[in-house]
């Protein structure tokens, strides 16, 4: 077993909470079974609008950072203590 952190920002706080949450998964875990974690622990109290149960995936403007970099491929795998973080893209402005 390997530990990983999980951070979130912004609203997506209300659901992970405010601390980082250590997460242990199996030695060869990528972000796909991170996403079946987070399916398996918070997927019921996530709204339809940010998480889809079926696929296991965030939904909208939801960004995954690992170690700083941005996820493109789930089969990425998470080396051992490593942060993932979730952002949820900002949008809108003001006028001047």
Same mark, same amino acid.
């Given at each position: 077993? !390997? &530990? ?8 997506l !706080?209300?659901?992970?909470?405010? #601390? ?9 875990? &990528? ?25 296991c ?11 700083? &970099?941005?996820? !493109?491929?789930? !089969?990425?795998?998470?080396? #051992? ?16």
């Amino acid at each position: 077993m !390997k &530990s990983i952190y999980l951070r979130s920002s912004g609203v997506l !706080k209300e659901f992970f909470g405010k #601390e980082p949450q250590k997460i242990s998964l199996e030695d060869h875990a &990528s972000i796909d079974d991170l996403m079946q974690y987070i399916n398996l622990k918070w997927g019921t109290s996530l709204p339809s609008y940010l998480w889809d149960p079926i696929n296991c995936q965030f939904k909208g403007p939801i960004y995954l950072l690992l170690n700083n &970099s941005i996820v !493109k491929d789930f !089969k990425t795998d998470l080396p #051992e203590g490593s942060e993932v973080q979730l952002l949820i893209a900002l949008t809108g402005g003001s006028s001047f």
